[in-house]
């Protein structure tokens, strides 16, 4: 049977043989072992197949009802978070210390993905119960944590992050929602938020809801803003639950997909019996809310990347299954054939695993660089490894959501007509994909952090110590025969991205700032396909030599039967032939992409308002 | 107030100053001027913006409703349908003696653009109704005419096109239906069509369907397939309606998008009592419907199009209206500003500007050289121009459906979160718009299409003519104070594309077939780019006189300021701003991807089809 959701042997490969994940048992996780890791996705694997995915449809079409201020989930989630929170999946990477599974952090990516790939709706649960957990073990005080976190990182209560307001959304700092001391260490709440996931849901007893809010008297703009634990329903000083919190949900919204996700609006206070607790420092608000804004944008990148592989995936078992037309070199009365003979399928289908594979390397690697600042030996080290995550943490979200939901499309594509019908699943997980590029920050606001506040990072050292990471991969590429011409294409390719920031960077010192910033985009497109370029030349470089011992030295005709002939010599094969289209093709066009912002083109910001007609 | 679905400024600009087209006022145009243009002009926008517009979202909520056989059209439609029909727009653009308006195509292009752009879903209707009764005006016998011609052109009976099957999709030479020669005139049809828009509605009381059909005895293939006019309900001789013809929908489909548009099964003679006429000769079906298969190519193009077009307009009007977050160069306590301001949105909006654009002067130049074609004074002129129709058909429709498509996608991430909602028209314009890509052969269709037949045609001379109008342009650019440098980068990416042209020729002529072919899509995303760049050049040559005029020499901020206070100034400076950012950004990035082209990287045609995955 074909393989859904995530390609096993590849996951596997990423994990064990290009990242090496068994380097990580030590520190922390010197308990553990790569044969635990492997049963924990085998784990993984099967509530995303057996429970997840079979509810896919049913969340598009029954999505969440809402009653009266109560939101009703489909049916099926319920099973499915009774199940998600039994498997401690909601904790996978957290510290045992505080009830988590204590793995890897990779892990909980690599899950995730496969989550996600399932149903995107779900997924965004428990990372909202998850990051607001994780709020409340950094930042809670003791009794804070006594109160909530158990129940949080079990799963019986939910979490949400409530940060946006109609007329502040990306500027987080225009917001309304006030707290008001009451003296007896709580506050006050009153306020409306907007598009709050799962701000209402019929999965938890509880909500425990991270509020942005400015205490009264305190300064305009980000810099006055806290941060309150507002519980729905409030919780007494002995853990039990008492009061209904003065938390309505007004309304949720209607959307392009993602339908059993709750998205709310909720009113905090509207009778003034809406109370919370302050969570950290007074004004800290921002930078604490920063810590599960970083999660989750981190978490988007990986559902983005989870649809497309689970996009791919399918188009590429239609394709094999579809007979339509014949083969392109085969006469007029030739038998019909599967469409991937076809070269502009094979085009379709090489480009989405390009992609696919490429973006899971990226965000594997990304958990792989929190892991090894857990495990550091030194400050020095952790900081290294927590700065790679910073400056990847912009191109993880922005550039994964944008090309995820091009596969997305792409797959539909693949499928013609029925693709564009809800008979399959293509269309939906297109549209809950396209979520991914907005939520968390849009792909504009990834980019103005990417290029305003991580590639100056350190004066740039963290930029370049990333692209030093690229010219060790180059290096080993270039003395295993085959790869030499690859490799010297990404080492230009590098080179070319570390011009382009050095270009950019001085025109935001300059009168060009605004032009420096209307590429933004256009450069964070440009770093995730030099580092996706990367990732490939890494996948090749660990292949080549498996692929040469597993066809022994055969050649022509020879080593393609043994090729189409053996499973592990088909998979490095693939993974070379993957490495040539994304370097030869993909990213000499990015090296256009990347002159076109060099010449820093005025037009954008120039154009007077009116020229933009309307 | 802001307007909607397509900017008439621009509008005007394309008919009457890039076009003139006042010059098509010759021939059987002698009788017509540009005054009687803009009215019929003003009336398309009247109806498009007061009568369609309107019924947007209640087509997408309400949808086609199917009830035991019968479709039940969203209400608004009859409506609609009446005062399209009224208005005579089915024939907009058809002679005069078979009942036509007999206006230049070019105009039926630009009123296509603006209803499809208020209401993609009404539009296939009239697209589908016109294009059958074309068939019977240029194929039909005198009788078949007198029967069917004047009720399908004046919209009291509808018309599809029947060619998919369940196994024969983009492969049509696989059809399995047949047609029995009944020896009086009509032959009997037995088969099962789907995906047939429009095959079932409740706005004209009678349809008649073109079904290609194979005569028993037929070769295989398409060489054997011939075309049948299959009307819903029987014509007697005299004209009146007879029995039903055991035509019967078995179902409409699901979809992404479009919901008004009734996609529809049928099965034809399920009783044994389906009667068709046979239009045309014997065995020529396939070149009979490739008629009106262009036809719909080139109106599929104009749908996203139009649905690019709107979702500009508002996504303008939004940015233009939305305040959020601070100037980038003003300090903290500044105001907000609206979204326009900020550079990542301004980039959104220029993109999605010169594509529109671009793709406007694009399709109507195409429906301009059909025009030309009609009015030619010789053979030779008319097949120049005629030329020019066949090798961009593929492109306007492969290229401006994609393009439309990324504009619309643009259009919702410039809401942010409002445009996942289904609170505002933009998800829904995207979703209906996705369609264009897939119906009337996909995007990978056209691209073969291209480069297999069209680029070839005649030795490559009529590409090679399409090149030389481009070098027109351009030399006379060049000649034009500040336009210069932008002409040398149109000459430059036409001579790469003629370069990447014969490249993909001479492979396709080799062992390199397959991967010549592989590369046919991203060779149409250039050509399509390239001809844009043209456009944009050709847009810049006639607005920088104008320009200049307007702002009397001024220079520095005077100049500014003369441009942001005079509506005129401001266009022709718009179209100036729009030139430079499509030739120095997105061209330049096109160069990059014509130099991968040139590559003739194997890697998607030699990789195993095990190498997938999977």
Redesign the interface.
Known sequence: M??SIS?R??VQFVLNEQLTIGDLCKGIYADLNTKTFDLLMNEARNLAVKELLPILKECDEEGCKFDNGKVITPEGFKRAWKLFCEGEWLTVADDMEVGGQGMPQVLAVASLELFAGANMAFSIYPMLAHGAGKLVELYGTDKQKELFLGKMYSGEWGGTMCL?EP?????VG?LTTTAKDNGDGTYSISGTKI?ISAGEQDLTENIIHPVLARIEGSP??TAGISIFLVPKIWVNDDGSLGEDNDVVCDRI?????IHASATCQLTFGSKGKCRGMLLGEVNKGMRIMFHMMNEERLNVGVQALGAASASY?LA??YA?QR????N??AG??AP?VPI?Q?????????KM?AYVEGLRSLNYYTGVCMDRARIAENDEEKAYWQSFVDILTPVCKGYSTERGWEVT?DG??VY??Y?????YPM?QI??DC??T???EG???IQ??DLLGRKIPMKDGKVFMALLGEIKKTVAEAKGIAGLEELAAKVDAAADKLAETAQALAKAARSPK???A??????FLDSMGDVLLGWMHLWRAAVSAPKLEKAVGGKTGEDR?KA??SN?DA??Y??QI??A??FI???L??????M??IR?L??????????????
């Open positions: 074909a393989q390609d042997r590849d946006t007329e502040a959304g990306s500027d225009a598009f305009p703009g919204e209607h959307k392009m997909g995936l590429l078992d094999r007979i339509q037309g014949k392109l070199l007029k009365d019909g991937i076809h070269p502009d399928v094979r085009r379709m289908l090489i695993k499309v539909i594509q013609g007509g693709g564009y019908t809800t008979e269309e297109a549209r396209k979520i590029t907005i939520y849009t792909t504009g980019a103005m700032v605004m032009t910033f209307a590429n933004a985009t256009p393609a090729v189409a499973k088909a998979f094969d693939g032939q993957t040539k289209y030869n093709v993909i000499t066009t990015t090296l256009g992409r002159d076109s010449l083109e005025d037009a954008p910001v120039e154009m007077a308002d009116a020229g933009f007609g309307g």
